[in-house]
């Protein structure tokens, strides 16, 4: 897609380490554009206008070994500054003549005190009387000051924790400030890129929406676009935009499982038909979805039957159309970087994201990707910039196999019933005590089992509601939500009385890891 990125931007080199997404959260946290790119994108730029800025994340390599992974030393000279955090700060000092060991007695992992030693640009305002409590994560250390630099900072274990070189601009950091254990994290960022790398743009979500419509319709031109669309942020974000792009060229798919939360595919497709005037169709299609998956409980298998009938429905729509050149998704910032390795190499890529998977190529498709540079928040705060509203903007995620992975083992009308009215009850009582916004994911399942209970004067021998609410920030970690007792005790009783087959409600208290968020 042609694009006018922002003048200015920070770019963040990954070395593969598992929190660069969070440094790119934390500069786009300050209103500042920001790119992750591997090794390989960064030889590909040819002209470095506009990069204001350039941190190195952490990784699994070590300078130790004969075969490290690198950038080009020219790229430390163009006086553009340069922030090394962890791996980055052991590469700087590789690169410019200083020694880094592998030592068991400087190895730090937790909570490391770091003293300060002299004064920086880089920790303006970041010390508490001289020290600060940091967060650690290497093996390998710093032993020898490359040349030019100076120490501006030491815990026990590592002399050398901040280092600078205020002629090329190049800071290295051995602690991670990108991760909220370390205090007053955000504020090294903050010096960095306002004090050093003097980038002045305030980068706005909200703007982008502009540049995406203008960018689709540049890309689209004439053609027809095909989108599924499934009534979560992602994907309406994706429609309303690519709407105002290109109208009536932009045909909406909605395929209604069954297995979907009580009441809300329909009230979704009516909205999205009445209040934002898509090109919607609506596919009825729970009776052949419950066919297959009627009599599977393994939860790989389920997962597979649902998303290869969903593909196949899919396709057999969007056939009946001529003309159709792109197929729209709602793929996010975080599963292209997923998507990919540090090296660039196939073999260590750890998850691959394909929304309506396989259909892009078996239908001759292009992928249209309008959302691939932003995060989950930021998209809800593009979907407010063009109107999406309230409701749908705060919508919780919700898989795409729906209630399908909620009901434990063997699915049956019954139970779909059961659970849809648990969730309901559920959810309308979160909204009600305006809790819902303040959890990343809440949902009830089914459990496969059936206890005694006893209801009046009558034993009862009925299902369990399991409930799970998480806060996280992103899915790949979670915590379980601590709701008030008094919540609780009403939900437990909400639920008991007002859904015939369920004699027992429980809370989910396992975070992620161990436990993942959905339960199959
Ligand atoms: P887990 O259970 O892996 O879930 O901790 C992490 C997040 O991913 C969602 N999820 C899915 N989303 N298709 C989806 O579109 C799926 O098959 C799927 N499985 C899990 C889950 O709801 C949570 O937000």
Same mark, same amino acid.
């Given at each position: 897609?042609?694009?006018? =990125?922002p003048?200015?931007k920070i770019i963040i080199v990954d070395f593969g380490s598992q929190v660069t997404k969070l440094i790119a959260r934390r500069v786009r946290d300050f209103k500042v554009f920001c790119e992750i790119l591997i090794?390989?994108d960064?030889?590909?730029?040819?002209?470095?206008?506009?990069i204001?800025g350039i941190i190195l994340s952490g990784?699994?390599?070590?300078?130790?070994?004969?075969?490290?992974?690198?950038?080009?030393?020219?790229?430390?000279?163009?006086?553009?500054?340069?922030l090394?955090i962890?791996?980055g700060?052991?590469?700087?000092?590789?690169?410019?003549?200083?020694?880094?060991?592998?030592? =068991?007695?400087?190895?730090?992992?937790?909570?490391?005190?770091?003293?300060?030693?002299?004064?920086?640009?880089?920790?303006?305002?970041? !010390?508490?009387?001289?020290?600060?409590?940091?967060?650690?994560?290497?093996?390998?250390?710093?032993?020898?000051?490359?040349?030019? !630099?100076?120490?501006?900072?030491?815990?026990?274990?590592?002399?050398?924790?901040?280092?600078?070189?205020?002629?090329?601009?190049?800071?290295?950091?051995?602690?991670h400030p990108e991760v909220?254990?370390?205090?007053?994290g955000k504020?090294i960022f903050?010096?960095f890129l306002?004090?050093?790398?003097?980038i002045?743009?305030?980068w706005?979500v909200?703007?982008?929406?502009?540049?995406?419509?203008?960018?689709?319709?540049?890309?689209?031109?004439?053609?027809?676009?095909?989108?599924?669309?499934?009534?979560?942020?992602?994907?309406?974000?994706?429609?309303?935009?690519?709407?105002?792009?290109?109208?009536?060229?932009?045909?909406?798919?909605?395929?209604?499982?069954?297995?979907? $939360?009580?009441?809300?595919?329909?009230?979704?497709?009516?909205?999205?038909?009445?209040?934002?005037?898509?090109?919607?169709?609506?596919?009825?299609?729970?009776?052949?979805? !419950?066919?297959?998956?009627?009599?599977?409980?393994?939860?790989?298998?389920?997962?597979?039957?649902?998303?290869?009938? !969903?593909?196949?429905?899919?396709?057999?729509?969007?056939?009946?159309?001529?003309?159709?050149?792109?197929?729209?998704?709602?793929?996010l910032y975080p599963d292209i970087i997923e998507?990919r390795?540090a090296?660039?190499?196939?073999?260590?890529?750890?998850?691959?994201?394909?929304?309506?998977?396989?259909?892009?190529?078996?239908?001759?498709?292009?992928?249209?990707?309008?959302l691939k540079e932003f995060f989950k928040d930021e998209v809800?705060?593009?979907?407010?910039?063009?109107?999406?509203?309230?409701?749908?903007?705060?919508?919780?995620?919700?898989?795409?196999?729906?209630?399908?992975?909620?009901?434990?083992?063997?699915?049956?009308?019954?139970?779909? =019933?059961?659970?849809?009215?648990?969730?309901?009850?559920?959810?309308?009582?979160?909204?009600?005590?305006?809790?819902?916004?303040?959890?990343?994911?809440?949902?009830?399942?089914?459990?496969?089992?059936?206890?005694?209970?006893?209801?009046?004067?009558? $034993?009862?021998?009925?299902?369990?509601?399991?409930?799970?609410?998480?806060?996280?920030e992103d899915?790949m970690?979670?915590?379980?939500?601590?709701?008030?007792?008094?919540?609780?005790?009403?939900?437990?009783?909400?639920?008991?009385?007002?859904?015939?087959?369920?004699?027992?409600?429980?809370?989910?208290?396992?975070?992620?890891?161990?436990?993942?968020?959905?339960?199959?």
């Amino acid at each position: 897609m042609s694009s006018q =990125k922002p003048k200015e931007k920070i770019i963040i080199v990954d070395f593969g380490s598992q929190v660069t997404k969070l440094i790119a959260r934390r500069v786009r946290d300050f209103k500042v554009f920001c790119e992750i790119l591997i090794i390989k994108d960064l030889y590909k730029i040819k002209n470095y206008e506009g990069i204001k800025g350039i941190i190195l994340s952490g990784g699994p390599s070590t300078v130790t070994k004969k075969k490290y992974l690198s950038i080009p030393k020219e790229i430390f000279l163009k006086k553009i500054p340069v922030l090394g955090i962890c791996y980055g700060l052991q590469l700087i000092s590789k690169l410019f003549g200083g020694s880094i060991k592998s030592l =068991k007695t400087r190895r730090e992992f937790g909570r490391a005190i770091l003293y300060k030693k002299k004064q920086s640009l880089l920790t303006k305002n970041f !010390f508490n009387i001289k020290k600060q409590s940091v967060w650690m994560s290497h093996q390998d250390a710093v032993t020898k000051l490359p040349k030019g !630099f100076k120490v501006i900072a030491s815990t026990k274990n590592s002399k050398l924790t901040i280092i600078e070189n205020t002629k090329y601009k190049i800071y290295g950091v051995q602690f991670h400030p990108e991760v909220t254990h370390t205090e007053n994290g955000k504020q090294i960022f903050n010096n960095f890129l306002f004090k050093i790398c003097k980038i002045k743009k305030k980068w706005r979500v909200e703007s982008e929406a502009k540049r995406i419509i203008s960018d689709v319709r540049k890309t689209i031109k004439k053609d027809k676009v095909i989108c599924a669309l499934s009534g979560g942020v992602d994907s309406s974000v994706v429609a309303l935009l690519i709407n105002k792009a290109i109208k009536k060229n932009l045909i909406c798919i909605m395929v209604d499982t069954g297995l979907m $939360r009580k009441n809300e595919f329909k009230e979704s497709y009516y909205l999205f038909k009445k209040k934002y005037k898509l090109n919607v169709k609506l596919i009825n299609a729970s009776k052949i979805f !419950f066919k297959k998956i009627k009599d599977v409980s393994n939860p790989e298998l389920k997962r597979k039957i649902i998303g290869n009938l !969903f593909v196949k429905i899919f396709e057999k729509e969007a056939k009946k159309y001529k003309s159709i050149k792109y197929l729209a998704q709602g793929t996010l910032y975080p599963d292209i970087i997923e998507s990919r390795s540090a090296t660039g190499s196939k073999s260590a890529i750890i998850k691959s994201h394909h929304n309506v998977g396989g259909l892009p190529k078996r239908m001759n498709l292009k992928l249209l990707e309008p959302l691939k540079e932003f995060f989950k928040d930021e998209v809800r705060i593009l979907g407010k910039s063009i109107g999406l509203i309230d409701s749908l903007r705060n919508k919780h995620p919700f898989p795409g196999p729906g209630l399908a992975i909620r009901i434990i083992g063997k699915i049956t009308p019954e139970k779909i =019933k059961i659970l849809q009215e648990a969730d309901n009850i559920y959810i309308t009582e979160l909204i009600n005590q305006n809790l819902y916004n303040k959890i990343w994911q809440a949902y009830a399942a089914l459990l496969p089992m059936k206890t005694v209970g006893v209801m009046g004067d009558t $034993r009862t021998y009925e299902y369990t509601c399991l409930l799970r609410a998480v806060i996280s920030e992103d899915g790949m970690s979670a915590d379980y939500f601590n709701f008030p007792k008094e919540f609780l005790d009403k939900i437990s009783n909400k639920i008991v009385n007002g859904v015939p087959g369920i004699n027992r409600v429980v809370y989910d208290i396992t975070s992620k890891p161990p436990s993942t968020i959905e339960l199959e």
